[in-house]
């Protein structure tokens, strides 16, 4: 059987989707205090996630593909027209959110913020981490 992704993009995959899983709960429970109807909520946020996911999963794969192409230029027009692809499925997502009564909105825009926010969590503690190991190294030196 051909795969079509590669370990790296199940790796990010795995990275994403449980912590992605998470915030729709998190989100969930706080339309439900904040009065938004559940099933609304509920759609809106698988519809988004499922949005997310599948841009995720069409950026590794025209990103790793590119390279194949043969020149330049080709790779280019590559990304393009995968970045027009998956631009039409996040934007019929978003669409699909504001205008169909089973999904609310925000429930529907908020997982394509999701991998921003996971990965600038990830720079941000990475960072944290290697300036209290330079600090602790200056500490050790004096």
Same mark, same amino acid.
């Given at each position: 059987?051909?795969?079509?992704?590669?370990?790296?993009?199940?790796?990010?995959?795995?990275?994403?989707? +449980?912590? /992605?899983?998470?915030?729709?709960?998190?989100?969930?429970?706080?339309?439900?205090?904040?009065?938004?109807?559940?099933?609304?909520?509920?759609?809106?946020?698988?519809?988004?996630?499922?949005?997310?996911?599948?841009?995720?999963?069409? @950026?590794?794969? /025209?990103?790793?593909?590119?390279? &194949?192409?043969? /020149?330049?230029?080709?790779?280019?027009?590559?990304?393009?027209?995968?970045?027009?692809?998956?631009?039409?499925?996040?934007?019929?997502?978003?669409?699909?959110?504001?205008?169909?009564? %089973?999904? &609310? +909105?925000?429930?529907?825009?908020? %997982? @394509?913020?999701? %991998?921003? $926010?996971?990965?600038?969590?990830?720079?941000?503690?990475?960072?944290?981490?290697?300036? $209290?190991?330079?600090?602790?190294? /200056?500490? &050790?030196?004096?």
């Amino acid at each position: 059987m051909k795969r079509y992704l590669s370990e790296l993009t199940h790796e990010q995959l795995g990275f994403l989707l +449980p912590r /992605s899983a998470v915030m729709d709960v998190l989100i969930f429970l706080l339309c439900l205090l904040f009065g938004v109807h559940w099933l609304h909520a509920l759609c809106g946020l698988l519809l988004g996630t499922a949005a997310m996911t599948v841009n995720m999963a069409l @950026l590794a794969y /025209s990103a790793e593909h590119a390279v &194949d192409r043969g /020149s330049e230029k080709a790779g280019k027009r590559y990304m393009f027209s995968f970045y027009l692809i998956r631009f039409t499925i996040m934007g019929a997502a978003v669409a699909a959110g504001f205008l169909f009564e %089973p999904f &609310d +909105p925000v429930c529907t825009y908020l %997982p @394509l913020l999701y %991998p921003k $926010l996971f990965y600038t969590l990830v720079g941000v503690k990475d960072h944290l981490r290697f300036r $209290l190991g330079e600090k602790a190294k /200056s500490k &050790d030196k004096e």
